[in-house]
């Protein structure tokens, strides 16, 4: 067993695709549809065989419920890792993205927090090096 | 051996798409012998259904109004669609959206069977494979309303089913979309 792909709930899978892509860099990795159900996923262009981001469509009242009950706690549905928080920072600033929390240093990381406009906040988490 | 292993399709045919601003149509013609009540009912009944659509319905679409889940069969995780139907004027126009998409059927009559057309939208990505599909779920309809039943063909028994790549390969030309951006 491996661990290949994670998921996120968004609340439009296009909308979701051009932010993941346009704004966060990612790369399209697998799009099929079936009728109105659709698997996308993204990878990282920084490994694109690794794991990969799920964007599934919250179209059920449970996923509703959970993802605007995380967002309001302000809790991250996902965490990407990078080894300059403040580079992608600025970088994803600048193509337009909402940060709700600047690179702020943390017990063992600096981390930064967006909104993803599909209805999740994102952190950005660098590893300290000690 | 059964219909079912019996089973090939023919080549593709039957479908056109139009393009409206961003949005894809894809627009399937079918001729059926069989009379537009009959083919109503395959379309609308749920037990019918169920012999050859790509989703489960849990009550008939044959009533304006009416408000039904869609279940889509064999998608990777559990995907219920609400569906609303708009226009149901038995036997000849049949309206209701699936999810996101709208799907309109309209049904001849010509000679003592049925014209058949199939208008939905569909991303831009997924025409052909769309087409592919629904050409084996019309082939599985006609051996229904032909009292031959050989069982649906969706999802993945579609994919592993032959005919759907080369049927796929064959719309994709068809349309202009060799390369799928």
Same mark, same amino acid.
């Given at each position: 067993?491996?661990?290949?792909?994670?998921?996120?709930?968004?609340?439009?899978?296009?909308?979701?695709?051009?932010?993941?892509? +346009?704004?966060?860099? %990612?790369?399209? $990795? @697998?799009? %099929?549809?079936?009728?109105?159900?659709?698997?996308?996923?993204? @990878?990282?262009?920084? +490994?694109?065989?690794?794991?990969?981001?799920?964007? &599934?469509?919250?179209?059920?009242?449970?996923?509703?419920?959970?993802?605007?009950?995380?967002?309001?706690?302000?809790?991250? =549905?996902?965490?990407?890792?990078?080894?300059?928080?403040?580079?992608?920072? !600025?970088?994803?600033?600048?193509?337009?993205?909402?940060?709700?929390?600047?690179? @702020?240093?943390?017990?063992?990381?600096?981390?930064?927090?967006?909104?993803?406009?599909?209805?999740?906040?994102?952190?950005?988490?660098?590893?300290?090096?000690? | 051996?059964? #219909?079912?292993?019996?089973?090939?399709?023919? /080549?593709?045919?039957?479908?056109?798409?139009?393009?409206?601003?961003?949005?894809?149509?894809?627009?399937?013609?079918?001729?059926?012998?069989?009379?537009?009540?009959?083919?109503?009912?395959?379309?609308t009944?749920?037990?019918?259904?169920?012999?050859? =659509? /790509?989703? #489960?319905?849990?009550?008939?679409l044959g009533t304006v109004?009416?408000?039904?889940?869609?279940?889509?069969?064999?998608?990777?995780?559990?995907?219920?669609? !609400?569906?609303?139907v708009?226009r149901a004027d038995a /036997?000849?126009?049949l309206e209701?959206?699936?999810?996101? %998409?709208?799907?309109?059927? !309209?049904? !001849?009559?010509?000679?003592?069977?049925?014209?058949?057309?199939?208008?939905?939208?569909?991303?831009?990505?997924?025409?052909?494979?769309?087409?592919?599909?629904?050409?084996?779920?019309?082939?599985?309809?006609?051996?229904?309303? &032909?009292?031959?039943?050989?069982?649906?063909?969706?999802? /993945?028994?579609?994919?592993?089913?032959?005919?759907?790549?080369?049927?796929?390969?064959?719309?994709? $030309?068809? %349309?202009?979309? #060799?390369?799928?951006?």
């Open positions: 067993m491996k661990i290949k792909l994670t998921t996120i709930l968004v609340d439009d899978q296009d909308k979701a695709l051009r932010f993941y892509t +346009e704004v966060l860099g %990612f790369a399209k $990795k @697998t799009d %099929f549809s079936q009728g109105p159900y659709r698997w996308l996923t993204v @990878t990282s262009p920084e +490994e694109p065989n690794g794991t990969e981001l799920q964007l &599934s469509l919250n179209n059920n009242p449970a996923a509703k419920a959970y993802q605007q009950a995380t967002f309001q706690q302000g809790q991250p =549905a996902a965490m990407f890792f990078t080894d300059d928080v403040k580079g992608d920072y !600025e970088r994803i600033k600048a193509r337009g993205a909402e940060f709700t929390k600047p690179p @702020t240093d943390v017990t063992f990381a600096t981390i930064a927090m967006l909104n993803d406009t599909c209805g999740n906040l994102i952190q950005l988490t660098q590893l300290a090096r000690y | 051996m059964t #219909d079912r292993e019996h089973y090939t399709s023919g /080549p593709a045919s039957g479908a056109q798409v139009r393009k409206d601003g961003d949005k894809w149509t894809l627009i399937l013609v079918r001729e059926l012998r069989h009379s537009p009540e009959k083919v109503w009912q395959a379309l009944d749920p037990a019918h259904l169920r012999e050859w =659509a /790509p989703f #489960d319905a849990d009550r008939s109004g009416t408000t039904a889940k869609l279940t889509t069969v064999g998608a990777p995780s559990p995907h219920v669609s !609400e569906a609303t708009r /036997p000849r126009m209701y959206n699936w999810g996101r %998409f709208d799907m309109r059927w !309209e049904l !001849e009559p010509v000679g003592g069977g049925t014209r058949l057309t199939l208008w939905t939208n569909i991303g831009r990505p997924f025409i052909s494979m769309g087409a592919a599909g629904w050409h084996i779920c019309f082939d599985v309809l006609d051996h229904l309303l &032909s009292g031959t039943p050989i069982g649906r063909i969706v999802g /993945p028994d579609a994919i592993k089913f032959g005919g759907w790549q080369r049927l796929n390969a064959e719309y994709a $030309k068809q %349309f202009g979309i #060799d390369s799928p951006e």
